[in-house]
Each structure stands twice: as C-alpha cells, then as structure tokens.
C-alpha cells in the first residue's frame, strides 16, 4: 500500500516507474517528475486501463475513492472507460453547451443588443438551474421550475421571452439531433398571463400641446431627438421610422436642421 510519505520520497528515475497500491490501482512516475493516478483492470476478458488524474490533484484518499467507485461498476457489468466517454458526450450535449451554439449562430441574424438580451436571460435564469443538464433529458416541470424563479420576481413578462428563446434552443437540439422534443411547447398555458398596457391615440388639443413640448424639451441621444420631431410630421409607427430610409422621404428642401428647430 502506498502512502503519502513514500509517494513524496520517491525520485524520478531515467524511465517511467509504477508504484504499485492494491487492486489495480499504481502511480505511474514520469522522468519528467509529474505523477498520474492509473487503474488496471479487466472487463469481458480484456485489460484496460483508466487514468484518475495527477497527484498531489488528486490526493491518495481520492485515488482509491475513484478506484472503489470503478470496481463497483465492473462488478455491474459496466465499463468504467465507456460510462466516462459518454459522460464526456453528453456534457458536449447538455444544455448550456447547445444553447451558446445556438446563440453563435444568430450573430449575424440578430443586433448585438436583440442577442445580449437572449443570451443575459439564459445565463441568469436557466444556466444556473438546467446548463449542465443533458437537453435530450430535460422535462417540462424542470423548466417550468426556472421559470417560476422568474415569475416570483414579478417580472412576468421576461419569464414568458425566456421560455421563448428556450424553445428557440429546444429546437436546434431537435434539428442538430441532440433532442427530441421541444419541452418549452408544452409550458403553453402554465405561466402567468403577462398583462399588456393599452395606449389610446391622443386625440384632445391640449394633450397634442403637451406631448409636443415633451419632445421639444427631450435632451437624450441627439438620433431618438431627431426621430421624435419627425414622427408628428409622418406619422408612422416608430419600427417603421427606424427602418425608414432617405429615398423613402420627401423633404421638399427642408434640412434636417430646420426640421429639428421647427415650431409645434
């Protein structure tokens, strides 16, 4: 049986040397001075060999844990090297790691501030709770769990946007074969109703006056200025203003500059 002490005595040597445990388990001495963990065992008539890591990393106590752990396995039939390979896999699969491939590939189809808010709202709300859960196993009651955490906040809107880019990212898994099902569709109906507020059109005089002035006195960003003294003139929704090009206006002569000192 090793010890912590031999282990510290030991000298590398010209070639690599194994100090030995027991039931397979030897610390494999490189020249170089570096020590790795490794296990030798056999499994449907074949001898294998699984690396547990670097000491001191990984202490002796923690050496043989590993190696109890494994032996429990090979007892089961399973093969500790494959359960690792495809614990491996489906870390590749799980949800954070499908999601920021997805967000990877809307760079370009969305404004960079449209993709920070998709990718805050899954790094706060849904990574913490399902990031490193496979995709392919995630359930509906576990989403919709992430998703209270929202709604308890108050912010009843956002739960319902997040449960929208989630379902975007189920159903790249679904197209990528790493899922099955979009489990965010079945959530339909089991989050609070987010209330939208209704704007009636201004239609009274005076209330025209006072909006008027509002953008008269409005000192922000010198774009949403201009934009705002516009909008009385055209009177378009404001998506459609954003998107508004100069071939699609008639200024008739009049300047930007006049425009932004014309009176109300």
Known sequence: ??????????????????LFDFWGL???????????????????????????????EITLKSARDRRNEARR???DGVDPALKRQAEKQAAGENF??????????????LTPGSL???????????????????????????????????EARGTIETAHRTKSVCSRVFRYAIATGRGERDVA???????????????????????IGELLRAIDGYLGQPSVAFALKLAPYVFVRPGELRQAEWSELDLEGLSISALARAPY
């Open 1 to 18: 049986m090793l010890t912590d002490v031999a282990i510290r005595k030991e000298k590398p040597g010209p070639a690599p040397r194994k």
């Open 26 to 56: 030897y610390l494999l001495l490189n020249p170089d001075g570096s020590r790795w963990w490794r296990f030798k065992y056999r499994i449907f008539g074949r001898e294998k060999l699984l690396s547990f890591g670097v000491y001191p």
């Open 73 to 75: 396995l090979i007892a």
């Open 96 to 109: 954070e790691a499908v999601a920021r491939e997805w967000l990877k590939l809307q760079e370009d189809k």
């Open 116 to 150: 920070g808010r998709e990718r805050d709202r899954l790094e706060d709300f849904i990574f913490p709770y399902l990031g490193k859960r496979p995709i392919a196993q995630i359930k509906a009651p576990e989403l919709l769990s992430a998703l209270r955490r929202i």
């Open 185 to 207: 569709a079945d959530l339909k109906g089991a989050l609070r109703p987010a209330i939208g507020r209704n704007f009636p059109a201004i239609t009274e005089p005076t209330r």
